[in-house]
Structure formats: C-alpha cells, structure tokens
C-alpha cells in the first residue's frame, strides 16, 4: 500500500506533467501562428488561416471551405463585393486560384515545422460566426 504523503505525490507529478504538456501544446499552436503572420502571402490574405490546434503530429488548420460550405460561398463571404459578379466572371476563377495558393501555402508553412507531418482542415465556423454570415452561406436545409 502507498502512504497517502507518497500517493498524494505521485498524483502531483502526474499533474504537473499533464499542465506542462497542455502548455507545450498551447506553446506550439502560438508559434505556428507567429511563423503564418510572418509569411508575406499567407498574412496579406484577408482570411487568416491559423492552426486551431494540434494533435499528435498534425496540425489543424482553419479554412473558409468544407464538404457544406462550397469555395464560392466563402469567397462571397470574404470579398461581398463579389457576390454581384455572374458565376462565370474571371474573377472568380481568380480568387478561387488565389484563395488555393494561400491555402496551399499556409499548409506549407506549417508542415516545415518539426514534429508536424501532417495538415487536417477544418471550417472555421467561429469565422463565419463573427462575420454574421455564417447563416446565409449555409448550404444545410
């Protein structure tokens, strides 16, 4: 049987281990941002792609797109100027060009990290909470 003092210890250090892990982790999700920000390309966009947080060796990133929110209706949510242009206006296709490169690019930045190998997106749908837009470019009925 372990004495309450030793039980009490061991209990502890299993905690300090598990906050300094969880800091690590909140250590490591600020540093991946701080090295997006200083990338040109990716902190020029108006979107800011950011890692939510990371889980083992991948990291997930926030995106404007998912399997219910198509490029086009995040594009009308970041450039509204957009959403009177037909669907067949070469600006479109640009910024759906410009929107993958960033994207591209913000997955790029933070494979290179150490100890990151791979990338899960994930819709950021705070973003689109924050922008109180979320409601008119939901594609579920």
Known sequence: MMSDRKQFLLVMVVAALFVGWLGWRGFEVISLNEQLKADDM???????????????????????????????????AVF?????LGDSHRDWQRAERELAQVQARAGDVVLGASGISRIRWELDENWYHLQSMKSKYDTRL
């Open 80 to 84: 509204p100027s957009m959403r009177n």
């Open 42 to 76: 990716v902190a020029s966009y108006p979107y800011k792609h950011r890692v939510l947080r990371v889980e083992g060796d991948t990291a997930i990133m926030s995106s404007l797109r998912s399997h219910t929110t198509s490029t086009h209706q995040a594009l009308s």
